[in-house]
């Protein structure tokens, strides 16, 4: 398999905070790989790294590399021409990610145009066949409405096609069911699902919602404080998390099976803002099984089972496995 | 079915805008009443050569008293005359003609100007938006008047001049609020959106940030026409603006002060219509600006 994307220990620096701190991700053909984690662990700020996003008071470190080209030395030109055609995204607002002034027309051909080299008559063309895909009715007609005769879910879909329009490579879905009520979450990601399989297009999904991400993505990787505390394929990790931190997400998923707990379990405490300790493990002050040796020695990135990867001092996996 | 034409994207363009329009107009009785005076205004440069008795240039044996002096409203000359014996009347005509050409035409230059450089500073940012908002900051700073009499006494007066030197100077306060206003629009979503189909700069300032400034650029286009009326009568009354014998309102002033005292219509006629041309324009502004901003509370 040959990778899509690879990170290499990406390091982004805004001037007071550090917001990712060595991260690596590989991303292969066609593969789902979920980014979770909660509010400031720099799961977003991955997502725009690799997306070029960050403005220029980041400092980026590290490597990002695209089909085997350096994204971070990409010129200008170069960068207009490798967005939307190689890679895409779609954004957690559907009202705020498209623009309120333009018929849903224009947003959709204006990439087809660019990047395909369409004329007006043929990118419209493509336009409706786009939007019947993402299961629009009456597709013809609704390229000449704007974003507000839409509804959230259908907007979302609007945006999906927008992204998938010149089929691109990899396509990063940054919280791209956090505005939508839960019964259209499902449809969207089923839409994702059903588009990136028929391109063999590769997904990064970010979100904060295990749930989302463990019913969608072939591997997890789970962000603390900008850094990977646990990386695997999604049947392992759920089924046997190594680090507390994966386990008290895991907890926080409401059940529908079992006995009803009195109140769901949260994890207490919030995660730390800006200055991360670097000497100790940053879960430390939040982890029920913390031991000194957390506080005083990070720990790193190193196998837990056959795949999977964690950055844990006394992963949960070590009693089953002995 | 190709593209709409931007101004179709605006939000006043909606099927209710101009019912929206025509009620708030009903509330708005100065508004109504500038609205119509401008619209009569229009009408009258127009149709100048059909209302006109006279033509504008034409002196006239009879229009002179047998000591030389103008004479008063009335004996054919429906406003009197001026000093070299011509029709007030016909001259205030063909002026609101020259006064509302130059007005509107050097404003939308400085219009267009103004946009392009607010709109390029505030989205690529950086050194281009140094220098061009320093350029700015500059040309504010200048005196009006001085520099554009030093730019016409350079460049010579005429009408084309006059327009070219009042857009070098009003551009500076659109480009300002162009520019404050796609700082913010430029981190919305659908922007940053925008940016990842790789779409151009140049695409992306027409396509996705223009149509959201349209309205900001009504309302400032309207209300610059009032001052660039008033800085080519100020010219003109300095005697660098449109060059005589081409009658400007700024112009019949400049040459009526010396007879006020024996003929007064030869500055009140002129006067008044400026007066109340720049008053028409700001309160049509102001309304407007009321009508377009969706912040604004409903005015009863």
């Given at each position: 398999m040959?990778a899509i994307?690879e990170v290499?220990?990406?390091?982004?620096?805004?001037?007071r905070?550090?917001?990712v701190?060595?991260v690596?991700?590989?991303?292969?053909?066609?593969?789902?790989?979920?980014?979770v984690g909660?509010?400031?662990?720099?799961?977003?700020?991955t997502a725009?790294?690799v997306?070029?996003?960050l403005?220029?008071?980041?400092t980026?470190g590290?490597?990002?590399?695209?089909a085997?080209q350096?994204?971070l030395g990409?010129?200008?030109?170069?960068l207009?021409?490798?967005?939307?055609a190689d890679i895409a995204?779609?954004f957690?607002?559907?009202?705020s990610?498209?623009n309120?002034?333009?018929?849903?027309?224009t947003?959709l051909?204006e990439?087809?145009r660019?990047?395909?080299g369409?004329?007006?008559a043929?990118?419209?063309?493509?336009a409706?066949r786009l939007?019947?895909t993402?299961g629009?009715?009456?597709a013809?007609?609704?390229?000449d409405d704007y974003?507000?005769a839409?509804s959230?879910g259908m907007r979302?879909?609007?945006?999906?096609?927008?992204a998938a329009a010149?089929?691109?490579?990899?396509i990063?879905?940054d919280?791209?069911?956090t505005a939508l009520?839960?019964?259209?979450?499902?449809?969207?990601l089923?839409?994702?699902d059903e588009l990136?399989?028929r391109h063999?297009?590769?997904?990064?999904l970010v979100?904060h919602?295990?749930?989302v991400?463990?019913?969608?993505c072939d591997?997890?990787m789970?962000?603390y404080?900008?850094q990977?505390?646990?990386?695997?394929?999604?049947?392992d990790?759920?089924?046997a998390?190594?680090h507390p931190?994966?386990?008290?997400?895991?907890?926080s998923?409401?059940r529908?099976?079992?006995?009803?707990p009195?109140?769901l379990?949260?994890?207490?405490?919030?995660?730390?803002?800006?200055n991360?300790p670097t000497?100790s493990?940053?879960?430390?002050?939040?982890?029920?099984h913390?031991?000194d040796?957390?506080?005083t020695?990070a720990?790193?990135?190193?196998?837990?089972g056959?795949n999977t990867t964690?950055?844990c001092?006394?992963?949960?996996t070590?009693?089953a496995r002995? | 079915?190709?593209a709409?034409?931007?101004?179709?994207?605006v939000?006043?363009?909606?099927?209710t805008g101009?019912?929206?329009a025509l009620?708030?107009?009903r509330h708005?009785?100065?508004?109504?009443?500038?609205?119509?005076?401008l619209?009569?205004?229009?009408?009258?440069?127009?149709?100048?050569?059909?209302?006109?008795?006279h033509p504008?240039?034409?002196?006239?044996q009879?229009?002179?008293?047998?000591?030389?002096?103008p004479?008063?409203?009335?004996h054919g000359?429906?406003?009197?005359t001026?000093?070299?014996g011509?029709?007030?009347l016909?001259?205030?005509?063909?002026?609101?003609?020259?006064?509302?050409?130059?007005?509107?035409?050097a404003?939308?230059l400085?219009?267009?100007?103004?946009v392009?450089v607010?709109?390029?500073a505030g989205?690529?940012?950086g050194?281009v938006?140094t220098?061009?908002?320093?350029?700015?900051d500059?040309?504010m700073?200048?005196p009006?008047?001085?520099f554009?009499?030093a730019l016409?006494?350079v460049t010579?007066?005429?009408?084309r001049n006059?327009?070219i030197?009042?857009?070098l100077?009003y551009w500076t306060?659109?480009?300002?609020?162009i520019?404050?206003?796609?700082l913010s629009?430029?981190?919305?979503?659908?922007v940053?959106?925008?940016?990842t189909m790789?779409l151009s700069?140049?695409r992306?300032?027409?396509?996705?940030?223009?149509?959201?400034?349209?309205?900001?650029?009504?309302?400032?286009a309207?209300?610059?026409v009032?001052?660039s009326?008033?800085?080519?009568?100020?010219?003109?009354f300095?005697?660098v603006g449109?060059?005589?014998?081409?009658p400007?309102?700024?112009?019949?002033?400049?040459?009526?002060?010396e007879?006020?005292?024996?003929?007064?219509?030869?500055?009140?006629a002129?006067g008044?219509?400026?007066?109340v041309?720049?008053?028409?324009?700001n309160?049509?502004?102001?309304?407007?600006?009321d009508?377009l901003?969706p912040t604004?509370?409903e005015?009863?």
């Amino acid at each position: 398999m040959t990778a899509i994307l690879e990170v290499d220990d990406l390091t982004v620096d805004f001037s007071r905070t550090t917001a990712v701190r060595g991260v690596s991700l590989r991303v292969e053909a066609g593969e789902r790989v979920g980014i979770v984690g909660e509010s400031g662990s720099g799961k977003s700020v991955t997502a725009q790294a690799v997306m070029r996003l960050l403005p220029p008071t980041a400092t980026v470190g590290g490597r990002i590399r695209f089909a085997g080209q350096d994204v971070l030395g990409f010129d200008p030109a170069r960068l207009a021409a490798w967005r939307g055609a190689d890679i895409a995204m779609v954004f957690q607002d559907p009202m705020s990610s498209l623009n309120p002034l333009l018929r849903v027309g224009t947003q959709l051909t204006e990439g087809l145009r660019r990047h395909r080299g369409l004329g007006k008559a043929a990118a419209r063309a493509e336009a409706v066949r786009l939007l019947r895909t993402v299961g629009i009715d009456d597709a013809e007609r609704r390229l000449d409405d704007y974003p507000h005769a839409f509804s959230g879910g259908m907007r979302q879909r609007v945006c999906i096609a927008i992204a998938a329009a010149c089929t691109p490579k990899l396509i990063i879905a940054d919280e791209p069911t956090t505005a939508l009520d839960v019964t259209v979450q499902a449809q969207v990601l089923d839409l994702l699902d059903e588009l990136t399989e028929r391109h063999d297009t590769a997904t990064v999904l970010v979100s904060h919602d295990l749930g989302v991400i463990s019913s969608f993505c072939d591997r997890i990787m789970v962000m603390y404080a900008g850094q990977v505390v646990e990386a695997g394929p999604t049947d392992d990790i759920v089924a046997a998390p190594a680090h507390p931190y994966t386990r008290a997400l895991l907890d926080s998923i409401p059940r529908l099976d079992g006995d009803l707990p009195r109140r769901l379990p949260t994890v207490p405490g919030s995660p730390p803002f800006g200055n991360v300790p670097t000497g100790s493990c940053a879960f430390a002050d939040r982890c029920p099984h913390a031991q000194d040796r957390c506080r005083t020695e990070a720990p790193t990135m190193a196998p837990v089972g056959p795949n999977t990867t964690a950055a844990c001092h006394f992963p949960l996996t070590e009693g089953a496995r002995t | 079915m190709t593209a709409p034409p931007i101004a179709e994207a605006v939000p006043l363009a909606a099927p209710t805008g101009l019912r929206r329009a025509l009620g708030s107009l009903r509330h708005d009785l100065p508004a109504l009443i500038s609205i119509l005076v401008l619209v009569l205004l229009a009408l009258a440069a127009i149709f100048a050569p059909l209302l006109a008795s006279h033509p504008p240039l034409q002196t006239y044996q009879e229009g002179l008293a047998a000591n030389g002096a103008p004479i008063g409203p009335g004996h054919g000359f429906p406003l009197g005359t001026d000093p070299n014996g011509r029709d007030v009347l016909a001259r205030l005509l063909y002026g609101a003609r020259v006064s509302l050409t130059i007005g509107i035409l050097a404003n939308g230059l400085a219009t267009v100007f103004g946009v392009l450089v607010g709109l390029t500073a505030g989205y690529l940012g950086g050194w281009v938006e140094t220098i061009l908002m320093r350029l700015t900051d500059v040309v504010m700073s200048f005196p009006i008047l001085l520099f554009c009499i030093a730019l016409i006494s350079v460049t010579g007066p005429s009408e084309r001049n006059v327009v070219i030197v009042i857009a070098l100077i009003y551009w500076t306060t659109l480009a300002r609020i162009i520019r404050s206003q796609v700082l913010s629009l430029r981190e919305r979503e659908f922007v940053v959106a925008a940016r990842t189909m790789g779409l151009s700069h140049w695409r992306i300032m027409r396509k996705h940030l223009f149509p959201h400034l349209v309205p900001t650029i009504i309302v400032y286009a309207t209300l610059g026409v009032a001052s660039s009326i008033l800085i080519e009568a100020s010219l003109s009354f300095l005697g660098v603006g449109v060059p005589v014998p081409t009658p400007s309102w700024g112009q019949m002033i400049e040459q009526g002060k010396e007879y006020f005292q024996i003929a007064p219509w030869l500055l009140f006629a002129p006067g008044v219509c400026l007066i109340v041309t720049v008053l028409a324009f700001n309160l049509a502004g102001d309304w407007l600006r009321d009508l377009l901003d969706p912040t604004a509370p409903e005015r009863r």
